[in-house]
């Protein structure tokens, strides 16, 4: 689909059919999707066809000049079953056995029986403020699920026992043997393609782009024409939270949701964070607070996060509702408790609950202590710097290079507010200096001023490499405002900048001996990172590094490294040897811009030859 403003119209002309002529609308739905079905089990067995075909010629002609073809199919069906084969991994997590919340199950057991529908196979929870059902296939995409009920221990404490019911109600509705079984499965279906074309992008590889480039056309036409389907599965899995939990706790549990999730990820995360100026260490129990705070939040900033929610509009982007629609379709009453007594979690986990958020604390504390200690050592040098440029600003003029540096640095320490008239002096001292202008325009745009969009893109126009940046925050800017028109001139501006990146990738990243290398010219810092990598992998004899020249890429820097091995041991490593380059790659690409690829020397000696006949590429030898 070309454009936003088309896939629009699209949903608005289905909701139109799927009210005037219903039984074409789902004969539409059914097609699609099995169209994707499809194409996936005649793909494979298309494959499949040609293997055995192939295989059968040559058993009957005797002909074995045709060995050097038979590959061919054979190579061919393998790509289609490993692409076909993408493994939807199971939600994060820390999975739930029964007698560690006998409760809970209980209640989870009581509430799937109540709607008839499909059994949970896993209980996970998480400390993200959520509640989900989600389905993992364990033969390839669609056969043989498993049904996982994901529970955020937040939400437990945000919410009280009925409206935890009522939660639990909703998300066994997408489930429901009883109502809406089409509409479910379609739900479903959905989520299915969602995750898959996710991985297929993440993946890149051959395999997958077989099917990429279908799925995602595929997706955006099964996502619009089953979008009226989808809206209509959350009413009626709020109408299924009503039938079990109660109208009034339903309306409530949606509130409660939607308002506290807003006040903890604007209001406590924000906070936590902001330590990190002041403290070498991260908070010991973050979310043993945070449980806390949940069920005490302030009455006059729930109720202002509520209002917020209340007025936001259905978006055609998401096929929830809005707030205020689900309310009406269950006749409840705007109402809810911002403070509690006794939360789900305390009523649900008992004991459970400490031993839970203590663990969370735990790795939370474990994850993110060498980021915090590393920040703030870079808060404590930046005051530092921006002190001494302070001085230097009150005694005379700074140059150009210390004012922008202590625009940078007011940002980081003391904020966007105080930072913007730095910006806006740099920008209007100097009209050509592209990072200043992005940067007030950046600032104006975040605020909401639409007067930072004329400054973005004049930034853009003097800095090639602020297009991407650009182009992102002003298409997230229209898509605040709804702005279809904005929303598809940035997005089609994303689109070519997705097709160029993807030519100088291809460019950069593919080596022949007519290639054109020069000097690497890293930098002393960089190289002596680069030569750690390398000596920690004690199967390297020795390295080349050398950059490659491209026409696409005039601006984009591409690197090969040659790595030799030892040659006592070279055919022994198999596997290890991949993962040795892949180390060195991920190593290369943590700490110099560009695109980086790892080949052993060996390969070809045509490539071997011209890289290490160029002047300082030679970067490691063992002997």
């Not at 005694?395 to 980081?412: F, H, M, P, Q, V």
């Not at 026409?551 to 490294?561: A, D, P």
């Not at 700490?591 to 300082?616: H, Y």
Request: charged share 25%; glycine share 4%.
């Amino acid at each position: 689909m070309k454009s936003i403003a088309e896939y629009q119209k699209l949903i608005h002309r289905l909701e139109e059919l799927a009210v005037q002529a219903p039984r074409r609308y789902l004969l539409r739905v059914t097609a699609l999707a099995a169209l994707g079905i499809g194409f996936v089990v005649l793909a494979f067995l298309a494959a499949l066809a040609a293997v055995v075909g192939t295989a059968a010629i040559l058993f009957v002609s005797k002909k074995l000049v045709l060995l050097k073809i038979v590959w061919i199919p054979a190579v061919f069906a393998y790509l289609v079953f490993k692409a076909m084969w993408v493994r939807i991994p199971p939600p994060e997590g820390r999975s739930l056995a029964r007698g560690d919340a006998p409760r809970l199950f209980a209640e989870i057991e009581q509430v799937r029986k109540a709607l008839g529908a499909q059994k949970i196979h896993h209980v996970v929870v998480t400390p993200d403020f959520n509640a989900a059902v989600a389905q993992v296939p364990r033969l390839g995409l669609f056969a043989w699920p498993e049904n996982y009920l994901v529970v955020g221990v937040p939400l437990m404490a945000s919410v009280t026992l009925d409206e935890f019911r009522a939660v639990l109600a909703h998300e066994f509705g997408h489930l429901s043997r009883h109502h809406a079984r089409f509409g479910n499965w379609i739900y479903r279906t959905r989520q299915t393609w969602h995750r898959l074309l996710a991985i297929l992008e993440q993946e890149n590889s051959l395999a997958t782009k077989l099917f990429g480039r279908f799925f995602e056309w595929y997706t955006s036409y099964f996502n619009a024409y089953s979008f009226v389907l989808a809206r209509a599965n959350e009413y009626e899995a709020d109408r299924a939270s009503a039938r079990v939990a109660g109208a009034a706790a339903a309306g409530s549990a949606l509130i409660a949701v939607h308002a506290k999730a807003a006040y903890l990820d604007s209001q406590y995360w924000e906070k936590v964070w902001a330590g990190v100026q002041e403290r070498a260490e991260p908070p010991q129990t973050p979310y043993s607070d945070l449980v806390a705070l949940c069920k005490a939040v302030p009455l006059e900033l729930g109720k202002a996060y509520a209002k917020v929610a209340l007025d936001a509009k259905s978006d055609l982007n998401d096929t929830h509702p809005s707030l205020a629609a689900r309310l009406q379709a269950l006749g409840a009453t705007p109402r809810t408790q911002f403070a509690l007594t006794r939360s789900a979690a305390d009523e649900l986990l008992g004991d459970a609950l400490k031993r839970l958020t203590a663990e969370q604390d735990r790795t939370w504390r474990e994850q993110v202590a060498p980021t915090w200690r590393e920040r703030y050592d870079r808060a404590t040098k930046q005051r530092e710097r921006l002190a001494d440029l302070e001085s230097e600003a009150a005694a005379s003029e700074l140059s150009l290079d210390a004012a922008w540096e202590r625009a940078r640095l007011t940002e980081s320490v003391a904020g966007r507010f105080a930072a913007l008239p730095l910006y806006r002096q740099i920008a209007q001292r100097n009209p050509e200096y592209a990072p200043a202008i992005y940067a007030f325009g950046r600032l104006l745009v975040e605020g909401g001023d639409e007067q930072g969009v004329a400054l973005v893109e004049r930034a853009m126009t003097i800095d090639d490499d602020a297009q991407q940046a650009g182009a992102e925050l002003l298409f997230e800017f229209y898509r605040g405002r709804k702005d279809v028109a904005g929303m598809d001139r940035w997005q089609t501006r994303l689109r070519a900048l997705a097709r160029r990146h993807a030519a100088v990738r291809a460019e950069l990243t593919r080596f022949s001996r007519r290639d054109v290398f020069v000097p690497h010219s890293l930098s002393v810092e960089t190289l002596a990172r680069l030569n750690a990598a390398i000596t920690a992998q004690l199967k390297v004899k020795r390295a080349w590094l050398a950059r490659k020249c491209g026409e696409e890429s005039s601006k984009v820097s591409g690197y090969l490294l040659l790595v030799e091995f030892a040659r006592s041991i070279h055919l022994s490593l198999g596997d290890r040897r991949t993962a040795i380059m892949q180390a060195l790659l991920d190593q290369f690409a943590a700490t110099e811009p560009g695109f980086i690829v790892v080949r052993d020397a060996s390969e070809s000696r045509g490539l071997r030859n011209k890289v290490t006949a160029i002047k300082g590429a030679l970067i490691f030898n063992r002997d």
